[in-house]
């Protein structure tokens, strides 16, 4: 049997990276309204100015600058009001010295004028004319042809995920198509000869399954379209069976359960066994998740996850949706998070990262986050859990009292 | 006219809770694996033990503890193997005084026994007898009937928000279907003569639609469904008729533009000229979004929010999602954030509660936050943020340099 060293999650990382360096996403052509939480699969660029008439800021009178300069109110300027635009209309005066135009909040600016005096430091005298009592400068109170965005401008670059506000600027730019990838598919394979459906009543035993139904939400809230969640019992040729039929129409597939090396270990012998390269991570220097598999069949991702649960949910966080969001060529960097003060300390394996799944609790304005701890395979374990802290590999453990950084799961 | 005061974000909120503490949003049995995300309307109790026998945690040999008391290397505890458990089984085998059954990790333990040794643990000398090197104590390497979950136990309690995981834990304690809250539904109305469709060519003075495109992808964000997106003149009866209409089957409707006190203020008007009890905060000390409206009419909600797209957001993040969070009792509490490096000085409005939208760069192992600023009304302010930050009301600003919470938009 062909052996492997563990890695560490950033080698892991990297290989994972050069095997799927040229993987190609399928795209389509989605309208903006459906588009939401979506991946850009090209720039966006701008056809048009923002905005593409001079807009006032406020509501106020359109002047020449230089006709209020030195303007106060003991010595205002007087100006002779020749019109007032309405909102949405053309502006269809043009204004001369010593003339000035009513405009509201975001109507256009006429022709000649170069800024806005507010309304209130303005003094109505009769119909025609009004006193300022304050000078403005050029362009004041205005936005100008293109402030905004300006025509061929990228507005949007691939790799974004589209978020509501992108929706509305893509909107007010008239574009109303975008290329996006699309969402990935997956399928969840858990093998176990102990794992039942839920529907069906548990003998002894037995138990019903867990983690096909927690890594099938995962995958969608990761945004991907789950195609198939089955289970099959620990056996070389079922498992080669199913997961070939999930290689011809999947992006990603996800095996849980049967990656330790004992003598049930038939995930990477089934994997190895379909197609070229096969398993190229075999072991991760990550707790919990050390028997974690990570292949290629032909072009298609294969995971072996742990059976554990938890171990399961951590290994899908840090290799399955990190997969997941590079394929789609998205932006990874930012990540959020709940400092948090830990009540207890947390002792990490040497030279492995760690995770540890807390709860928090607020504590007048601080939050505390207390390790969830039970047995080996506990459900728990998950559903107590708010969030997760990291432990970096060379870091030798967390103290009581320490502040950390609580990742939501 | 009727005058309002000026209220508080807290003020504001807490109004909003007393007007709509008895709304009752309806609820809906559905499927879990459809229910990711929904917020169950009901506790969820187990109808079982887990696990429901009782579980090795370790592969391994189930013994009778005392067996191995003062087993060591030299000393080793001698035992008859009577047979082995298999996956997914029951364990048919009572045991007796220095009597072992093999048990697989997860495996059923066989009546008789209290532990399980792992087999790291033992020597295998024939087919029927092992030498153990290690004393075990009472119910070590196992789980015990309930001591996951206690048949009867709460796991999940009403206005809980489904995670992955607990799609997980409800399948493994067999509940295939849970009672959650219907999705609100609602409306987004913006008003303004001067916006045009995005399919349309905005000619001189017209912009195209922003607000309604932004509001409802945010409110689809926040788990509503969106049943009318729509933009009307600024005009008493459109107004009039649309709201009306809306009101018929949302839940919440929200109108932007209009709100603030000038001669197009018609939003109070409308809303006051439908129903009781009205418009019951207009004003709130928030900095934008200063005009806000905060309105019931019969048993709906309705919200006004200040047309400028960045005041829209904030408002719709400050009232809206509370109010959406707040009629499925959700818990409001976390809130998780990035914590940031300021690249300048933000001075806040005096008595007022200030949102900053700004962007995030990663400089080397800091993030840095920087305020987007530009003029009122630019699109570019809300398409640059990546988030925003809160500078409390009695806060009078935040310094270059110093650390703020960035809470992702």
Not at 13 to 32: G, N, Q, V
Request: proline residues 4%.
């Amino acid at each position: 049997m062909k052996m492997f060293n563990v890695h560490s999650v950033k080698e892991a990382r990297k290989k994972l990276t050069e095997y799927f360096s040229d993987y190609k996403l399928e795209t389509e052509t989605m309208d903006i309204v459906k588009a939401q939480g979506r991946i850009l699969a090209d720039d966006v660029l701008s056809n048009v100015n923002v905005p593409h008439f001079r807009r006032s800021t406020v509501d106020g009178y359109a002047v020449i600058s230089k006709d209020t300069n030195g303007a106060s109110e003991s010595l205002p300027a007087f100006l002779n009001v020749i019109g007032e635009v309405h909102m949405g209309m053309p502006a269809n005066k043009i204004i001369s010295h010593d003339e000035t135009v009513y405009v509201p909040t975001g109507g256009m600016i006429p022709d000649g004028a170069d800024s806005v005096v507010m309304v209130e430091y303005t003094e109505k005298l009769d119909e025609d004319n009004i006193a300022i009592n304050r000078p403005v400068y050029p362009k004041e109170n205005m936005i100008d042809i293109g402030d905004d965005i300006k025509e061929g401008e990228k507005v949007l670059k691939t790799g974004f995920k589209l978020r509501p506000q992108d929706i509305g600027v893509l909107s007010s730019i008239g574009i109303e198509k975008v290329l996006v990838y699309k969402l990935p598919t997956i399928a969840v394979i858990s093998t176990g000869d102990e794992i039942v459906d839920p529907s069906k009543n548990a003998k002894a035993g037995q138990i019903r399954d867990i983690n096909t139904y927690t890594l099938s939400a995962m995958a969608e809230e990761a945004g991907c379209i789950l195609t198939k969640k089955v289970v099959v019992e620990d056996e070389f040729q079922r498992l080669y069976d199913i997961l070939k039929e999930c290689l011809k129409n999947n992006d990603i597939v996800i095996i849980s359960g049967g990656s330790s090396v004992g003598t049930k270990d038939i995930t990477g012998k089934v994997i190895n066994s379909i197609g070229e390269p096969g398993v190229f991570v075999h072991g991760v220097a990550i707790k919990p998740g050390k028997p974690t598999i990570l292949a290629k069949v032909k072009d298609k991702a294969v995971f072996g996850l742990p059976g554990q649960p938890v171990s399961a949910m951590i290994v899908f966080k840090v290799f399955v949706e990190y997969l997941i969001k590079y394929i789609q060529r998205q932006d990874t960097k930012t990540e959020y998070y709940i400092e948090a003060e830990l009540t207890s300390n947390i002792h990490s394996a040497q030279g492995k990262e760690t995770y540890q799944m807390v709860t928090l609790e607020k504590e007048e304005r601080q939050w505390k986050a207390s390790p969830v701890y039970g047995k080996s395979g506990m459900i728990t374990l998950i559903s107590k859990a708010k969030g997760f802290i990291r432990i970096d590999a060379d870091n030798e453990g967390i103290e009581k009292g320490e502040k950390v950084k609580v990742i939501p799961i």
